[in-house]
Every structure is written in C-alpha cells, then in structure tokens.
C-alpha cells in the first residue's frame, strides 16, 4: 500500500492548516483551518457570506484543489482540536467531501456552532465526537486513534492513524503539561507504546522549534496572574483583563482571582461568551458562582454602565482584545467607545503575548499607548505557551523514534529550523525529514 502526505496548508504560514494522508486509494484530512490575519487584512470581507474559491485567492483557507489531483476518495475529516486555524474553514470546504468529520467533543461542539453561522453553503457531514483514549475505524485497513495531549485549548488530542506499515501521528498542535490546570497531562505511556510500535510518519507543527528549553506549565501562568491580581492594597481602581477568549483554563484562572479579591468575574464580548459557555456547559470547567457573561455589544455597554454606577472595584471584566482587534471590547474601551471609562490608576492586564505578525504588533502598539494615555498602568505578557518549544520536540522524538517527519504548522523558515534540528538527531533532509511548501507531496512508503 503506498502511503503519501500531502502538504494542503499551513506550510508557508501559521494558519490556515490542512493535511491530507493517502493510504492507497483512502485519503484522510487532517484539519481544514482558516488564516485569521488574512481577513483583518480584507477587513470588509463577510466570510460568512463568501465562496470558498475567493477565500482561497485571500489565502484565508487552505487551497484543497490540490486533492482534485490525488487519485483516491476522502474517508474522513480529522480535527485535532477547537482552535480556528483548525477548523475555521469547515464550512467552506467540508461539503466537497463526502465523509464523516471526527473530533473532540468539545472542538466538535464548537464545528457544530461554525457550520450554524455558514450563510453559503448547506455543509451536511456527519459530526463524530471522539474522545481521548478512544478509537474509531475509518475503513478496513485505517484505524484513528486519539491520544490526549495538552494545549492552549481544552480537549486537544493528537490524532494517531493506524496504517499497515505503521502510525502516521498528526501532532499539530500540542504541549507536554505535566501539571495543566485543566485536565489531565499528555498521555506519555500510550505515546511510548506507539512509538515501540512502529511509527512511519510524523506530522508536527514547528512554530516553536527556536525556542530553547521546554514550554512552562500553564501552571507558571497561573501564578503570574494570581501574583498580579491579588497584589494590589485597597485598590479602588478597575481591573481589565484580555486573554484569548477560547483559552478556558486562563479564564478559569482569571474568574477565579477575581473571585478571591471579592471582584465578580464578568466575561464580554461574543466570543468570549462562544467558548466559556459552551465548555460550562459540556461540564470541562466551573467558573466561580460570582461569574456572568454578556455577549452581545448592548448586553456588554448594559452591563459596563452597571459596572460604572456600582462601582468598578466591584467588578473584573474579562475581556477580547489583546491584539488590538478592531470592533473588540478592548480596543473599543480604549477608544473611549463603550460606557466603562478608563480611569487614572485604572489597571490593563494583557494574560496573552503578542502573535507576531506586523498586523498585529502595529494594533497592539496602537491600543496600549491609548490605553496609557487614558491613565492606564499597563502590565503585559503575563501568559506562557501552548505550543512545544525544541526540548519538548526533542523529547517526543525520542517517544516516537517516527522513520519520517513531515515539519508543519509554520513557513519555510521554522519548517527547515525544524529539519536542522532533526538533522542533528541523525534524520537527513528530503530523504526523511521532509520541509515543504503547501501543495507538496511526499511519499513515506
Ligand atoms: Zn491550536
């Protein structure tokens, strides 16, 4: 059975991710993602009401009509986890396939809430949720496995697939958190029995790969967020925090700080209310009783004029924003657009680092000086990671010991950082560490 991978998206950017492995005539999809900064540079874009062929000529979505070319059949759609970049362009591009569309409960929670707001196209694919641990047969020969992992996203798992001549494991995205705040740590003793095994391929993102050391505990950020908020003496002034609104385990952190300090915890804007409620609902984390949450823009200025009357020490808004979004909460508070004034002494905690493309470093520079200039003390970087940096890819590799690797999840630059590094453990670029451009094809069997 020949065995080929087949490099869709998110090899010449961090973004918009998408994998296709052939085992003979069955093809299975590894994530269908979307490319987020692209679209706040097409700002007018509705991409709710756009066509797939437009999305990809903005390189918002992976460009798939490179499968049309791939000789064999889709039996599955694969996501990992929740995060956009993995499954935003589901609604775009599913309904091309017939084939059932398998993940987390909760990553599968959120898909069923994307494919809702599609406004273009009917996507009609069976959902399966799989959980960690457990296995699902694709086709006679094709066995999916999930193997729980950590990241910056509840109930990430690193999909394994069953071949004849060994596992292909699709580790996009992942950390190795042994002591996490929310659920349980990587499932190592079931990582090491694949690689004892066999493992003939390994698809890993390489976004981190020049990062020295190993990624922190998201315990470490917890710490540095209770340090900061529980710190301040008889503090009358606001506390606003922006985090990533689908980061649950920081923003149980954060409602539960606020809580301490006998501030009640109040999560606005949208998709703050997306994440933190449905991952309440479906039981993964309790947010302190105190908690409440406003999505919509009137639901938040209602609740911010509340905040102002009753005073703002009585409250901890935990806001969207950290990058400098435009229409966000922050950004809007900054502005002077929303009801809650920023105030002398008022204080600004950014729980979130700055995604590093200039877009986003020119937003952000832009929201802290208006912020400062309202008066704000502003503390920033209090986060750490949800991404493998090189110590933690050394130790995978040493688990798995996979015949070929496939570096993924980033451009070319981190893509070959990735295959020197592999270079130095004894793999040899183009023969068995393989970094590709989107559209490529690599045989590993
Ligand atoms: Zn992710």
Request: proline content about 5%; charged content about 25%.
């Amino acid at each position: 059975m020949e065995i080929e991978i087949i490099a869709v998206g998110g090899y010449d950017e961090v973004g918009r991710n998408m994998t296709a492995v052939r085992c003979g005539k069955d093809i299975v999809i590894f994530d269908m993602g979307l490319r987020l900064d692209q679209l706040m540079i097409h700002e007018d874009a509705e991409v709710d009401e756009m066509h797939s062929l437009d999305l990809i000529k903005i390189r918002a979505i992976p460009d798939d009509t490179v499968l049309q070319k791939v000789e064999g059949a889709v039996k599955a759609i694969v996501c990992s986890h929740g995060h956009l970049d993995h499954i935003g362009a589901i609604p775009k591009l599913a309904h091309r396939y017939k084939a059932p569309i398998i993940s987390t409960p909760y990553a599968t929670e959120l898909i069923r809430q994307q494919i809702e707001g599609e406004k273009k196209f009917g996507v009609a694919n069976r959902l399966v949720p799989l959980r960690a641990g457990q296995k699902f047969t694709i086709s006679p020969t094709l066995v999916l496995e999930f193997v729980r992992t950590q990241h910056s996203i509840i109930d990430t798992v690193t999909p394994v697939l069953h071949t004849p001549h060994g596992a292909v494991v699709y580790a996009c995205d992942f950390k190795f958190d042994r002591t996490p705040v929310i659920g349980e740590p990587p499932d190592f003793a079931r990582m090491r029995q694949i690689g004892k095994e066999g493992v003939l391929a390994l698809i890993v993102e390489s976004t981190y790969i020049h990062r020295p050391g190993r990624c922190p505990s998201e315990r470490i950020a917890r710490d540095l967020v209770r340090d900061v908020i529980t710190s301040f003496e008889d503090d009358k002034n606001g506390i606003v925090v922006s985090t990533f609104s689908s980061h649950i385990s920081r923003l149980k952190t954060i409602a539960e700080c606020a809580h301490e300090i006998g501030r009640k915890p109040v999560f606005l804007g949208r998709s703050m209310e997306k994440y933190s409620v449905t991952a309440e609902q479906m039981k993964f984390v309790s947010f302190p009783k105190t908690a409440s949450v406003y999505g919509n823009r009137k639901t938040v200025d209602r609740m911010m004029r509340q905040m102002m009357k009753e005073g703002k020490d009585k409250f901890l808004p935990i806001v969207t924003g950290h990058q400098g979004e435009p229409g966000s909460t922050l950004t809007r508070i900054a502005l002077g657009e929303t009801p809650f004034q920023i105030a002398k002494g008022d204080k600004v905690i950014f729980s979130a680092n700055i995604i590093p493309n200039p877009m986003n470093v020119g937003s952000r520079y832009a929201l802290t000086h208006r912020l400062k200039f309202a008066g704000a003390r502003v503390f920033e970087d209090l986060h750490v990671s949800g991404h493998a940096y090189r110590e933690d890819h050394y130790e995978f590799l040493q688990i798995l010991n996979p015949q070929h690797i496939i570096p993924a999840h980033a451009d070319i630059t981190m893509t070959a950082a990735y295959a020197e590094f592999a270079g130095e453990l004894g793999y040899t670029a183009n023969s068995t560490v393989h970094p590709v451009k989107n559209g490529s094809r690599v045989r590993v069997h």
